[in-house]
């Protein structure tokens, strides 16, 4: 009987507990009006399937893609959205601030935040932590013509991540691999 119990309990609180643990994967929105009247757009959607398929592309023996297959084999997803328009303010803030408000909830933690008067440039990647790993990452960059939103999410080896810039859509930051790191080659 104590075991049917604690059963029953656990049935019960299961779905608490699902909703207490950190969510990585953001909400974008389709954005499909804004792909419209952009004169360039990218949508990369690649779920765990999609990158179990893009990883068989990659050659195993060829040392960058092999670091490249090491990487995805811990993610579950890169959602990419990335559109350019011939002009100023084409595009709601308010779109963009949706999604960035997303990135206040619990488990989210910035690593970069710059902002630029003179050309109104702002830039934000913030990392989620769980039990000492990261299981997701964000990048939301956006300027006047352009915005850009990348989310990628499962576990991720930070000092590998870089392997994954300007693949999958993923852009290419120059951000220097941590020391000790040897520098992608380009």
Known sequence: ????????????LAPALALAAPNPKLAIPSFSALAQKATESVTITLDPG???LAAKFL???????AATKEVLRGLSGIYVRSY???????YQQADIDAVRSQLTAPG??????????KTHA??????????NQAIGLALIASEPRQFTIVNIVGAIDLDKLHKLEGQ???????????????APQK
């Not at 050659?59 to 893609?65: A, K, N, V, W």
């Not at 350019?84 to 084409?90: G, L, N, R, W």
């Not at 989210?108 to 008067?117: A, D, G, M």
């Open 84 to 90: 350019t328009f011939d002009k100023d303010s084409a």
């Open 59 to 65: 050659d195993s023996s060829d040392p960058q893609d």
């Open 1 to 12: 009987m104590r075991k049917c119990t604690s059963l029953w309990f656990l049935a019960l």
């Open 122 to 131: 702002d830039v934000d990647i913030y990392i989620m932590v769980d039990h």
């Open 50 to 52: 999609l990158l179990g």
């Open 168 to 182: 999958f859509g993923v852009p290419k930051l120059d951000i220097d691999p941590p020391k000790g790191t040897p």
């Open 108 to 117: 989210w933690n910035r690593l970069v935040e710059t902002r630029s008067r």
